[in-house]
């Protein structure tokens, strides 16, 4: 069943339309007609089962029948991602929205390779946000993820403190024994910050600022395993240990 995005105003009583590029999709791409059923989320946690009722040149208007459950992991993930070579930051983005992720921001640490003057990190990220939106639609998500502007390894780490948790996946960390303990502690509705390095990692001095804030107790720096991932592998290795631990 197809999936489509709402703003709340787009909801009235039992009845919903659709506007914008939808439309031309729907009707050219899709080919559905009135009497077909697609799911349709307002954005703001509510999701629900509708039947085209009517299609007109700029929209498309849909009967709600039922209200549908949720998908969205009960605690709100966002990912701070090292830029990865290549394309594979569209990977690491579709594989992390289908596994839960709420929010994505892309960071530029001292081992990047990548390195994106202003005007193309825009457009990456204007590219970056309609991969996120399309791997919503496709994974039934309730809410479209946001892939944030570029930061530096410390302007992250400065916006995570407004999170509850931060975990800092480390090669050189002590084994699952510990993960499983801090993944378990988790509570459910809470905050989550997710650091993930580049190919060959993070820089020794980005080491000593995560070990500086779990000396404060506003870090853990948690072990994905005896193996070591690749950078487009580890995000989506810790996502589902959450959806594992905290998804009923």
Not at 18 to 43: F, T, W, Y
Not at 63 to 75: D, K
Request: contains cysteine; proline residues 3%.
């Amino acid at each position: 069943m197809f999936q489509f995005f709402v703003d709340p105003g787009q909801i009235a009583g039992q009845e919903v339309m659709i506007c914008g590029a939808d439309v031309n999709h729907i009707k050219n791409a899709l080919r559905m007609r009135p009497g077909e059923r697609v799911r349709v989320s307002d954005q703001q946690g509510n999701d629900f089962l509708c039947e085209i009722t009517q299609m007109e040149a700029q929209e498309v208007r849909l009967h709600i029948l039922e209200a549908c459950q949720g998908t969205e992991l009960p605690v709100r993930v966002t990912l701070f991602q090292a830029l990865p070579k290549s394309d594979k930051m569209e990977w690491v983005i579709q594989k992390s929205i289908e596994l839960g992720v709420h929010e994505i921001v892309p960071m530029a640490t001292q081992n990047c390779v990548v390195k994106l003057e202003a005007r193309r990190a825009e457009a990456k990220r204007a590219r970056w946000q309609a991969i996120a939106e399309s791997a919503a639609k496709q994974s039934k998500r309730s809410i479209i993820p946001q892939v944030g502007a570029i930061r530096s390894f410390s302007e992250a780490m400065e916006d995570a403190k407004a999170l509850d948790v931060r975990l800092f996946p480390y090669e050189q960390e002590r084994g699952m024994a510990h993960t499983r303990e801090v993944f378990q502690g988790l509570d459910k509705g809470s905050s989550i910050g997710i650091f993930i390095g580049p190919e060959g990692g993070f820089s020794s001095h980005e080491v000593e600022m995560a070990k500086k804030e779990e000396a404060r107790g506003q870090m853990e720096i948690i072990s994905l395993g005896n193996r070591i991932l690749r950078t487009e592998t580890a995000a989506s290795a810790a996502l589902a240990m959450l959806v594992y631990t905290l998804e009923a």
